[in-house]
């Protein structure tokens, strides 16, 4: 019975993977809605609902347990980030245009809906904590790698909104307030929005993609789903149990694709951006091949 509710459990979690990227992959290919919808979009999510939904899973938690997990996954976030940085150095030799995309990932769009299938609300937070080290690992060095002055990498991590949702919900939790019930349930439903509108921002933008066998993208693609999950695997036990949710979580980080906002700042700083969209999208379509291995893995 057990094996029964675990394969249910499986299937369950797949659907609510592939359903929306499915979906919004099916409405590009029939309605061919224009760029700025998923740009639209994945501003939407990006600056409402993952701050509300990451304020939820901080506030109101015990402040000790969240410093505990707090440096737990900052340390799995630098692990992979530092493995990821001297791997893509090596492998580009020297080619900093491509060595941002290898350790900015994408730490919260994809992981989310998957570690909310697989574990449920008490897994939100520790994304959070290692989106928060990425994030900003990355910003402050794409503009150094990208051929610009890091004052602008500062400038992007002081316009980050779910920086704030966590530093809000992370207040919350030290001066022990907790929301009302009536506030409390419909923040909830709406940053609960975040994972399958993020999965749908991904399908809106397959299109844009090349050849999957690019030796950049391949190159990449070992970088992300090969040696950065097996460094966290063989030495994040040296901190955090592997049979704790913590390791679970930073195992899932770690073979993440590179994170959309790569796009962004390569539109910012680069006069083409073109190599870096293809890049990103291409091993954002070879990680989804990805998930279910993952999923079965965790069971």
């Known amino acids: ?9 499986l299937i369950s979690a797949l659907l609510e993977f592939y359903i929306p990227l499915i979906v919004a992959v099916v409405y590009k290919l029939f309605y061919k809605p224009p760029d700025r919808t998923s740009r639209d979009l994945s501003k939407l999510v990006l600056y409402f609902f993952l701050p509300i939904l990451l304020f939820n899973s901080v506030s109101g938690k015990n402040l000790l347990d969240l410093a505990g997990t707090f440096i737990i996954m900052i340390a799995a ?10 791997s893509a150095l090596i492998l580009f030799k020297g080619d900093l245009e491509i060595v941002l995309p290898s ?11 998957i570690a909310m299938s697989l574990w449920g609300e008490a897994s939100i937070h520790l994304i959070g904590f290692y ?13 150094f790698l990208l051929g610009r002055d890091i004052k602008e990498g500062v400038k992007r991590i002081v316009r980050y909104p779910p920086l704030y949702g966590i530093t809000l919900g992370f207040l919350c939790s030290l001066m022990g307030f907790r929301l009302p019930p009536y506030l409390a349930e419909p923040l909830y439903t709406t940053g609960s929005l975040a994972p399958p509108l993020a999965l749908v921002v991904i399908g809106l933008q397959t299109e844009k993609t090349g050849n999957l066998l690019d030796g950049s993208v391949m190159k990449l693609s070992v970088i992300r789903f090969f040696i950065s999950p097996l460094a966290t695997y063989l030495a994040l036990p040296f901190i955090v149990s592997p049979e704790s949710l913590a390791f679970k979580v930073a195992l899932l980080e770690s073979f993440m694709p590179p994170a959309v906002t790569n796009v962004i700042l390569a539109n910012e700083f680069l006069e083409k951006s073109d190599r870096i969209v293809r890049i990103v999208l291409e091993t954002t379509i ?3 091949l ?3 291995a993952f999923l079965l893995l965790m069971k």
């Open 103 to 113: 350790f900015y990932v994408n730490a919260a769009y994809l992981p989310l809906p």
């Open 286 to 288: 070879i990680s989804t």
């Open 77 to 86: 976030s630098a692990l992979t980030i530092t493995v990821s940085l001297v």
């Open 131 to 143: 989106v928060l080290f990425n994030a900003t690992t990355g910003n402050l060095l794409a503009p």
């Open 1 to 9: 019975m057990s094996r029964v509710r675990d394969m249910e459990k």
């Open 290 to 292: 990805f998930i279910p």
